[in-house]
């Protein structure tokens, strides 16, 4: 119990999420949904969606244990695998604590899935809805950002940006779901590359070569975003990769 209170203490600063880190740009706030209602998608607590999914997390563990004054029906402590490989002092894989307060109002999906990744300014979970959707959803402080993808070559296109506020956000609820038809992609992957637009709308596009095409341009976003820890660089690049297929 000492090593757990003192491995809190340790981590205190760098997991419990600030406004600072949670809240996105004011910019990216308004992106107009695109594509047809055609359904609902179900919503849950983390809490609840952790449970359910967590024998199904890789490097992904749930801490419970007793501490005086914190409600475990409320608080989620999550021990991840450290990001840079560390290892302790007998050569084990070292750990991180995440402490996320509240869990049981943290609204998310409620859908199953394999993979949860936790950044320092929030988390994403990844769900599929069919053989056409899917649905990244990134929990930040004000609530859930749900992008919904195409699946295409194995490759998640984002076509709309769905924002859920968490005082708006009724647990055990639900929210629309935009579909789009995926075919009309390959036709606009052929279109010619506009650099010009891609710089203003993603200044770090000056460093790439070889980008001819539209799909030139999403491939080398999402190679982008493969690398990317930060909850409001992956939603740049999705708002980016929407504008540039539009």
């Given at each position: ?20 880190d ?8 308004d992106?107009p ?17 952790f449970e359910q999914n ?9 801490v ?13 402590i ?9 290892k ?5 894989d ?8 509240e869990?049981?109002t ?37 609530g859930?950002?749900i ?7 194995l490759k998640?296109?984002p076509?709309t ?13 639900s929210?629309?779901m ?39 341009i ?7 975003q493969?690398?990317v ?11 980016v ?6």
């Amino acid at each position: 119990m000492e090593n757990l209170s003192e491995m809190l203490k340790e981590n205190e600063t760098k997991t419990k999420f600030t406004e600072k880190d949670l809240d996105l740009p004011e910019t990216k706030e308004d992106i107009p949904p695109q594509g047809e209602i055609v359904s609902t998608v179900p919503i849950t607590s983390f809490s609840k969606w952790f449970e359910q999914n967590s024998s199904k997390l890789q490097n992904i563990n749930q801490v419970k244990v007793a501490i005086r004054g914190v409600d475990p029906n409320k608080t989620l402590i999550i021990a991840i695998k450290d990001p840079e490989g560390g290892k302790d002092t007998s050569g084990n894989d070292k750990k991180i604590l995440k402490v996320f307060e509240e869990s049981d109002t943290i609204p998310v999906i409620n859908l199953p899935s394999s993979d949860l990744q936790i950044y320092n300014n929030g988390f994403r979970i990844i769900s599929k809805f069919n053989d056409n959707i899917v649905l990244k959803s990134y929990g930040i402080k004000t609530g859930l950002v749900i992008v919904f993808c195409n699946e295409v070559d194995l490759k998640l296109i984002p076509y709309t940006i769905y924002r859920l506020k968490k005082k708006e956000a009724g647990i055990d609820s639900s929210i629309p779901m935009f579909s789009k038809d995926p075919t009309d992609l390959i036709r606009i992957f052929a279109e010619n590359a506009d650099l010009q637009t891609l710089q203003i709308l993603y200044k770090q596009s000056a460093r790439a070569e070889g980008l001819k095409t539209k799909k030139d341009i999403v491939d080398w976003l999402l190679e982008r975003q493969a690398e990317v820890t930060d909850v409001n660089h992956h939603l740049q690049i999705d708002s980016v990769i929407i504008d540039i297929l539009k």
